[in-house]
């Protein structure tokens, strides 16, 4: 079966520019999650949505937001971008969190 | 609340020898526990996971982990390490979401 789908893969972006980022889970799953993941800081928790419902958040401004469609697939938006949001963001997707976690392949954004 | 502490940055292995990254953890109540490897410029991968059950657990490319609960910890195993293995390895703790540790980087040198 297909696994977690993350677009784009490289973004390249301006400060003070906004970024949409898209994921589609794996079929079946119900429950979304959102990383961020930097040399320095390590893999970050962002947010959670299960059902079009964001069900945990992180510790992040709300520069960060996200939504969830009724087909389950999510998108992550930043807007007024910073130098330090560059970085590798993971998407994630599980029918429970006894099964664990299946990731994408991240999208990689640069801002300059 | 629930976290996950890696203690390692980095394990360095002889090709053949045994391995260990080691993973402890604090939660309320009882925790399911994972094991991700990440190759560069890719997402993770899943390994294994402890729910309940037998505390030794095997899970993909001859990898296993003691889960520990008097020590809180859940450390990754394998008898004979591959230079293959050398990539990033993540704890994770899952409880209402789940956290990950900071990473080890295995690298297994020939």
């Known amino acids: 079966k297909a696994g977690v789908t993350q677009t784009p893969r490289y973004l390249i972006k301006t400060r003070g520019q906004q970024v949409t980022l898209s994921c589609s889970p794996i079929?079946?799953?119900?429950?979304v999650s959102w990383y961020q993941q930097t040399p320095g800081q390590g893999l970050q928790f962002l947010f959670e949505?299960?059902?079009?419902?964001?069900?945990n958040k992180g510790n992040f401004p709300g520069r960060f937001s996200g939504r969830q469609f009724s087909n389950s697939r999510s998108e992550m938006n930043v807007s007024t971008l910073e130098l330090g949001d560059s970085a590798l963001y993971l998407c994630?997707?599980?029918?429970?969190?006894?099964?664990?976690?299946?990731f994408g392949s991240g999208t990689r954004l640069t801002v300059v | 609340a629930q976290s996950v502490a890696q203690p390692e940055d980095q394990v360095n292995v002889a090709e053949g020898n045994p391995l260990t990254v080691k993973c402890t953890y604090s939660?309320?109540?009882?925790?399911?526990l994972f094991w991700y490897v990440q190759y560069p410029n890719r997402g993770l991968q899943f390994l294994l996971k402890?729910?309940?059950?037998?505390?030794l657990v095997k899970g993909s490319y001859g990898f296993e982990a003691e889960f520990n609960k008097s020590q809180t910890s859940f450390h990754l195993k394998k008898p004979s390490a591959l230079v293959s293995d050398s990539a990033l390895y993540f704890c994770?703790?899952?409880?209402?979401?789940?956290?990950f540790g900071a990473g080890t980087r295995l690298t297994v040198k020939p």
């Open positions: 079929s079946g799953h119900r429950s």
């Open positions: 994630a997707s599980s029918s429970g969190s006894s099964y664990g976690y299946t």
């Open positions: 402890y729910i309940t059950g037998d505390n």
């Open positions: 994770a703790v899952s409880l209402n979401d789940m956290r």
């Open positions: 949505y299960f059902s079009e419902t964001q069900r």
């Open positions: 939660v309320s109540g009882n925790p399911y």
